[in-house]
């Protein structure tokens, strides 16, 4: 069985910096994209960045030059370094892995979804 876990959020200081991190564990074949969503109260789920396999990433418009994503692919996991954190970055942060191929179940590729992990920017 695949599972996501998410850890490292917390609370933080407007300015300040956190970084996540998502480990895929489980009978685990190939995972090409990570990406990292981010949904706040009362507002929708958003795209915060995306890494593939090969390193390509792209991010969204609001944590552009202040977050970071990366990955480690021989432990499956990725990375989300927040930095200049501002109270509107509140949210849960979830990680998914859209088209994971799970070993034994031919070529077909799943999406998975970590539990989220509260990030609260504020004095």
């Known amino acids: 069985q695949v599972q996501l876990v998410e850890s490292g959020g917390g609370l933080v200081q407007p300015g300040g910096s956190l970084r996540l991190s998502c480990a895929a564990s489980g009978s685990i074949f190939s995972i090409n994209t990570m990406r990292w969503y981010r949904q706040a109260p009362g507002k929708e789920r958003e795209l915060v960045a995306a890494i593939t396999s090969g390193g390509s990433t792209n991010y969204g418009d609001s944590v552009k030059g202040r977050f970071t994503i990366s990955r480690d692919n021989a432990k499956n996991t990725v990375y989300l370094q927040m930095n200049s954190l501002k109270p509107d970055d509140t949210a849960v942060y979830y990680c998914?892995?859209?088209?994971?191929?799970?070993?034994?179940?031919?070529?077909?590729?799943?999406?998975?979804w970590g539990q989220g992990t509260q990030v609260t920017v504020s004095s």
């Open positions: 998914n892995a859209p088209d994971l191929i799970p070993h034994g179940m031919g070529a077909a590729r799943l999406s998975y």
